[in-house]
């Protein structure tokens, strides 16, 4: 059988370019509600999130003359921000009238709320009915988590008393119990000494709300969210493991090497999405280079008709089900194992740039093999 690929055209920068594109379309629109007293650290507690800055510095739309809107271009977060609470009006009455505005708008996008943070400084003593009525109404409607913001420490007796209020309250949510977190790290003067804070507690909330996303939404939550790798893991997880599937399907009936071309293609797509929900930003030429790097060939782009091809044992000339599976599988979890080292190199102040991702990705694919 002929195992020679008659047609080389496979250009893998070009269809790494295009998987890209992709996958930024289709992400789901994350729509997230703000809400609790002026001033508690809600602004910095999105921000720090999705490591930019949303909230203070995005277009502020007026959705309504209390409510703003918060969205950046290219990024698939919209935030509305609630204002502190008016007195006079009943707790039910303020969540309500919230919910209703901000509902009018999502739903005219064809969405819906995602969640609501409802924030409170962690230094507070208790939570005011007020509140906690607030909370119950907006629970009623839509996931909401309790963020106790600026916390220096977590043990400390006043935050553990406020938490042991908390729990007395029954209030209904995300997770039972409110989330102590430090956004941003924090300069304190203890005993006449200067002791900065490190930030703390972001990824926890994110996991817990990673758990009541929609499918579409997690996705992006992962992708765009910049405070808990292992929920970025667990996602291009998913992704190789849909990919092998893929992969396999595609080669139910064994297919020539000749002919598999629409498998490479489905397996560089396969890294367009890891890389978007890992975070990185990867040139295409690099990537093709790298992929040309793995699979031993000489020329980067229009190089082996298959990454298939090279990389596995000819078993009668054609690829199976078996084959394409275990390959597909194979290659996504050395790229994601590449990108997984360099993003902890990267939080440990490690700088990284682009050349690193292609280099660990070779190393982790001679590992595998
Ligand atoms: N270091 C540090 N400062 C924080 C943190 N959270 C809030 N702050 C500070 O507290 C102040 C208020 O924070 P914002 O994030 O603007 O609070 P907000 O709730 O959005 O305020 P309004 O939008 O005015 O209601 C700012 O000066 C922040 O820098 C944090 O986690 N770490
Ligand atoms: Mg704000």
Redesign the pocket.
Known sequence: MNTEAPNQDFDIAAVFQEGLLQAQQEEAMLNIM?A??????????V??IFGQSI??VGTGAPVTKEIKRYRRPNVPVTVY?T??FELGKSATEVADYFLGQIKTQVTAEGSEIHFALF?SLAASKRVEPFEADLIRSLAAEVHTAFVL???LDKEAKEVTELRAHIDSLRLPILGGQPFP???????VKIAGQSILVK?FGLGELISALALVLPEAQKRTLASRQRVNLDLKVTEANSIVAVAALKAAAIAAVPIPFYDIAPLSALQVRMFAQITTVMGFTVEPKSLAAACAAVIGAGTAARSAASLLKVVFPLVGGAVNASIAGSTTYAMGTAYIKACEGLLRAQIAGVPIDQKDVIGALVREWKKAR
């Open positions: 703000l609790g007293r002026p001033g508690v650290g809600k602004s910095t507690l921000n720090a909230a203070p921000d204002p502190g924030c913001t600026q916390c977190v430090l956004a941003e790290e924090m300069m930030p």
